[in-house]
C-alpha cells in the first residue's frame, strides 16, 4: 500500500513565524502536490511537482514555497505565516503524469495560525 | 472559469440506495474521479470514468456522461460507515485536478 505520511496532524503557530510542513510518501512517485482544505471550498492547489529539484505553481501559491529535494519528500513553507493561512493542508503523491493517476493523499495537518 | 457543482449534504437510511450527483464546466475533459473522504481523515480513491456509462464496484457504481457534463455516485445497502464527505473532481485538459467542494452524506439508522 502507497503511505503518505506528513510531519504533524495539528501544529499551533503565532503571526509572522515561518512555518515547515513536511511530507514523504514511500512508492517512488513521481509527482507530489500540497493542497489547502477550507470549509465549503473544494481542495485547493498550491503547488505541486512532476520530478526533484521541480515545481508548479498551483491555483493559490501566494504566500508559500516548496522544496523538494529529495524524490521521496516534498515540502511546503510559510515565510510568515498569517491568519488566513489556518487551514487542512493535504499532501498527496501520484505515480506519473498518466491520466488515470490516483492521487493519494497523507493524513493531513492542521494548521492554526493565531 | 471552471466549476464543479455537487450538493452541500445529503441525509439517507441505512439500508436504502443515495445518488449523489456532479455537474461540470471544465476547460477540457481527462476523466473524472469520486473521493471518499471521513471526517477528519483524507481522501481516498473510489472511481475513476473516463468514458460514457456505468462503472460497477461493489455497493459502489459511477455513471458518466461527457455530453451532459454530469457524473453520479450510487451507494447502495448504506452501511452507517458510509457517512462521509464524497469529493467529485474533474481532471481538465492539461492534467490538472479541478475539485468540487464535496458532498457531506448522514446515514441515519
Known amino acids: 500500500d502507497v503511505k503518505v505520511t506528513q510531519s504533524s496532524r495539528y501544529l499551533v503557530k503565532r503571526t509572522g513565524e515561518k512555518v515547515f510542513l513536511e511530507c514523504v510518501q514511500d512508492?517512488?512517485?513521481?509527482?507530489m502536490f500540497w493542497y489547502r482544505q477550507d470549509p465549503g471550498l473544494g481542495l485547493r492547489l498550491i503547488y505541486f511537482?512532476?520530478?526533484?529539484?521541480?515545481?508548479e505553481k498551483g491555483d493559490i501559491p501566494e504566500g508559500y514555497s516548496v522544496s523538494r529535494e529529495k524524490k521521496e519528500r516534498f515540502s511546503l513553507i510559510l515565510e510568515s505565516a498569517s491568519t488566513n493561512q489556518t487551514s487542512m493542508y493535504l499532501c498527496?503523491?501520484?505515480?506519473?503524469?498518466?491520466?488515470?493517476?490516483?492521487?493519494?493523499f497523507g493524513p493531513g495537518t492542521r494548521l492554526t495560525v493565531l | 472559469g471552471q466549476n464543479i457543482d455537487q450538493p452541500t449534504e445529503m441525509t439517507a437510511t441505512e439500508g436504502a440506495i443515495v445518488q449523489i450527483n456532479c455537474t461540470y464546466q471544465?476547460?477540457?475533459?481527462?476523466?473524472l474521479f469520486w473521493y471518499q473522504q471521513h471526517a477528519g481523515e483524507a481522501p481516498t480513491f473510489l472511481s475513476y470514468?473516463?468514458l460514457d456509462g456505468l462503472e460497477e464496484k461493489g455497493r459502489f457504481s459511477s455513471f458518466l456522461s461527457r455530453s451532459k457534463g454530469y457524473s453520479y455516485l450510487l451507494l447502495k445497502e448504506l452501511q452507517m460507515k458510509d457517512s462521509a464527505s464524497y469529493l467529485c473532481?474533474?481532471?481538465?485538459?492539461?492534467?490538472?485536478?479541478?475539485w468540487g467542494a464535496g458532498t457531506k452524506l448522514i446515514i441515519k439508522p
Open positions: 471544465t476547460s477540457g475533459f481527462n476523466g
Open positions: 470514468n473516463v
Open positions: 512508492m517512488d512517485h513521481e509527482n
Open positions: 473532481a474533474v481532471l481538465d485538459s492539461n492534467y490538472q485536478l479541478i
Open positions: 498527496a503523491s501520484s505515480l506519473g503524469r498518466g491520466a488515470t493517476d490516483t492521487q493519494y
Open positions: 511537482s512532476y520530478d526533484v529539484k521541480m515545481k
